[in-house]
């Protein structure tokens, strides 16, 4: 017989849906996470009290719109050396954000065409596939909220950026004409480059 406790995931993760549709009961479901002390970090996704907690993992499960950005996406791209203070997420705007902002996350949003732009899925080094943004998609992003970053952490990724082989300079500017920052970005690569 199928066991609850099979489903929980390598980092201590319940899902009821998950639960749900291997025909567990809600009863079955609340009495394992009341029996084994699961906390609930959002609704339908509980963890173990002894999981080491993949926030941003959580942070993908309670907002499945969303895409995580900005200073996420810097520091896991190599941009910044400094691991974000705060949780950051775009969505498009419209989407309800009242419990991420309360929660402490800085939430960004876009128009819902827009949202996609750039969109990939990475592997986190907990083993989770997580939505983020690409490269030059960040790069778009720190230019268009260049008020929110720090001055020091703004230059160095913007040279950080110049410096890769890995960098498509035409996908920035295609990203950034959807942005409408073509021009700044188009100042900024000429002074850096």
Not at 25 to 50: L, R
Not at 180 to 187: A, G, M, P
Request: hydrophobic fraction near 35%; charge should be neutral.
């Amino acid at each position: 017989m199928n066991k609850i406790e099979n489903i929980v995931d390598s980092s201590g993760t319940l899902l009821t849906k998950d639960a749900l549709a291997h025909g567990f009961t809600k009863f079955q479901i609340y009495s394992f996470i009341e029996k084994n002390n699961f906390e609930s970090v959002s609704h339908g996704v509980y963890v173990s009290p002894d999981a080491w907690e993949d926030e941003n993992y959580i942070l993908s499960l309670r907002c499945p719109q969303g895409v995580l950005s900005h200073d996420e996406a810097l520091y896991h791209h190599g941009l910044v050396d400094r691991e974000p203070m705060q949780k950051t997420i775009t969505v498009y705007t419209g989407y309800g954000t009242g419990a991420l902002v309360r929660d402490g996350v800085k939430v960004f949003t876009v128009k819902k065409e827009l949202l996609s732009i750039g969109k990939e899925e990475i592997t986190n080094s907990y083993g989770h596939k997580l939505p983020m943004y690409n490269l030059e998609r960040t790069i778009c992003d720190l230019v268009r909220s260049r008020s929110w970053f720090e001055i020091q952490d703004y230059q160095t990724a913007l040279k950080s950026y110049i410096v890769r082989k890995d960098k498509d300079l035409n996908k920035l500017m295609e990203y950034a004409k959807s942005f409408r920052i073509d021009k700044k970005i188009r100042e900024y690569m000429e002074v850096m480059l």
